[in-house]
C-alpha cells in the first residue's frame, strides 16, 4: 500500500531554517507529481511547492508567491524521498505540512489539491517570533 510519512518539523525561531523530508513507499512515485501543501489552524489547506521530474537530472520546480526564494523542494527518485528546505522562516509559516503525491496533473495546476492522490499525515511546523 502506497504510503508518504513526513519528517523533520518543530518548533523554531523567526528567521531560522528547518528541513522537512517525505519518505515514499509501497510503489515508485518518480512519474509522480510530488509537492508540500501546509494548513494553518482555521484556514484552507495551501499550495506551497512541488516538484516535478522530466527526465535524467532534471526536475522542475513550482512554488507559491509567499515561499518563493525562501524555501526549495527536491527529490531523490533513487530513494523515493522528497525534501522541503526552509530558511527565512516567518510566523505565518506556522503550519502543518502535508506531502502529496500525484498523477496526471496538467501544467498550471500542480496548486489544487484535489489532483493529488496520495496524501502524508502532516508534521507540525511553529514559528515562534
Known amino acids: 500500500q502506497a504510503q508518504l510519512v513526513e519528517s523533520g518539523g518543530g518548533l523554531v525561531q523567526a528567521e531560522g531554517s528547518l528541513r522537512l523530508s517525505c519518505a515514499a513507499s509501497g510503489r515508485t512515485f518518480s512519474t509522480y507529481i510530488m509537492a508540500w501543501f501546509r494548513q494553518a489552524p482555521g484556514k484552507d489547506r495551501d499550495f506551497v511547492a512541488a516538484i516535478r521530474w522530466v527526465g535524467g537530472n532534471t526536475y522542475n520546480a513550482y512554488y507559491a508567491d509567499s515561499v518563493k526564494g525562501r524555501f526549495t523542494i527536491s527529490r531523490d527518485n533513487a530513494r523515493n524521498t522528497i525534501n522541503l528546505q526552509k530558511n527565512s522562516l516567518k510566523s505565518e509559516d506556522t503550519a502543518v505540512y502535508y506531502c502529496?503525491?500525484?498523477?496526471?496533473?496538467?501544467?498550471?495546476?500542480?496548486?489544487?489539491?484535489?489532483?493529488?492522490?496520495?496524501w502524508g499525515r502532516g508534521t507540525q511546523v511553529t514559528v515562534s517570533s
Open positions: 502529496a503525491a500525484g498523477s496526471n496533473i496538467r501544467d498550471g495546476t500542480y496548486s489544487f489539491s484535489g489532483w493529488y492522490d496520495y
